[in-house]
């Protein structure tokens, strides 16, 4: 069964401190991986792609990973700051085409304390 | 910021009512997507549509129906609500060729007393 497991549930952490979050899924076949960040009330927004080919991506204080042999990424957010609290939701295309299939996960809930 | 819209924001109504939730963007996408969610919950696909004319029923079983009159307005119908449906309901779009990468509205939190 195709499934994307995230892991801590939720994490609180203080203001400027490191995190990582964890993706571990058993989709097949995989094309890509898109971590999603979720403020509450609003609609998840993509924060960065990765595709089978690379192992690592950063955008500003966003670095996602992905090893595609043991089926795991993770996103590592640097000297947090209150705004990143939020959800964190990792979705994987088995596909990568309109014909694709999406996989979500339950999420991250982070929350960043003064 | 995503130019898809969703209407009402929030809306609690009573068992046996007819609602539309109302979704629109601007952006010319044709692929679009209703999703809905609960708390600590993925993600379930409820309906979804490749173009206009087109509508097709996703993972969750449900009771409601959409319509793809014009490519920018995707509105879903429950005919008769009850409280199993109060959930979050999120409406997406995406492009072709950006790997599936969505585009999602902020959402209708629907409330069936």
Same mark, same amino acid.
């Given at each position: 069964?195709?499934?994307?497991e995230? #892991?801590?549930? #939720?994490?609180i952490i203080? !203001?400027?401190k490191? &995190?990582?979050?964890?993706c571990? *899924?058993?989709v #097949?076949?995989?094309?890509? %991986?898109?971590?999603?960040?979720?403020d509450?009330?609003r609609?998840?927004?993509?924060?960065?792609?990765?595709t089978?080919?690379e192992?690592?991506?950063?955008?500003?204080?966003?670095?996602?990973? %992905?090893?595609?042999?043991?089926?795991?990424?993770?996103?590592?957010?640097?000297?947090?700051? %209150?705004?990143?609290?939020?959800?964190?939701? &990792?979705?994987v295309?088995d596909?990568?085409?309109?014909?694709?299939?999406?996989?979500?996960?339950?999420?991250?809930?982070?929350?960043?304390w003064? | 910021?995503?130019?898809?819209?969703?209407?009402?924001r929030?809306?609690?109504?009573?068992t046996?009512?007819?609602?539309?939730?109302? &979704?629109?963007?601007?952006?010319?996408?044709?692929?679009? *997507?209703? *999703?809905?969610?609960?708390?600590?919950? !993925?993600?379930?696909?409820?309906?979804?549509? *490749?173009?206009?004319?087109?509508?097709e029923?996703?993972?969750?079983?449900? !009771?409601?129906?959409?319509?793809?009159?014009?490519?920018?307005?995707?509105?879903?119908t429950?005919? #008769?609500?009850?409280?199993?449906h109060t959930?979050?309901?999120? &409406?997406?779009?995406?492009?072709?060729?950006?790997?599936e990468?969505?585009?999602?509205?902020?959402?209708?939190?629907?409330?069936?007393?």
């Amino acid at each position: 069964k195709n499934q994307v497991e995230q #892991s801590p549930q #939720s994490l609180i952490i203080l !203001e400027g401190k490191n &995190c990582t979050l964890q993706c571990n *899924y058993t989709v #097949s076949p995989f094309s890509n %991986l898109r971590w999603y960040k979720q403020d509450t009330g609003r609609g998840p927004v993509s924060l960065t792609i990765m595709t089978f080919s690379e192992n690592t991506k950063s955008n500003g204080r966003y670095t996602a990973t %992905l090893d595609a042999d043991t089926k795991q990424s993770s996103l590592h957010i640097t000297a947090s700051q %209150l705004s990143d609290s939020a959800s964190y939701i &990792c979705v994987v295309n088995d596909r990568g085409s309109t014909l694709g299939r999406l996989y979500f996960g339950r999420g991250t809930q982070l929350t960043v304390w003064p | 910021e995503a130019d898809i819209y969703q209407t009402p924001r929030y809306l609690v109504i009573g068992t046996g009512k007819k609602i539309t939730l109302e &979704c629109s963007q601007t952006m010319g996408h044709d692929k679009m *997507y209703w *999703y809905q969610q609960d708390p600590g919950m !993925e993600l379930h696909l409820i309906h979804y549509s *490749y173009g206009v004319n087109s509508t097709e029923k996703g993972d969750l079983s449900s !009771e409601s129906t959409v319509s793809r009159i014009r490519t920018e307005h995707f509105p879903l119908t429950l005919e #008769s609500a009850r409280p199993s449906h109060t959930s979050q309901y999120l &409406c997406a779009s995406s492009v072709p060729g950006t790997n599936e990468k969505l585009f999602f509205g902020s959402g209708t939190q629907l409330s069936v007393l």
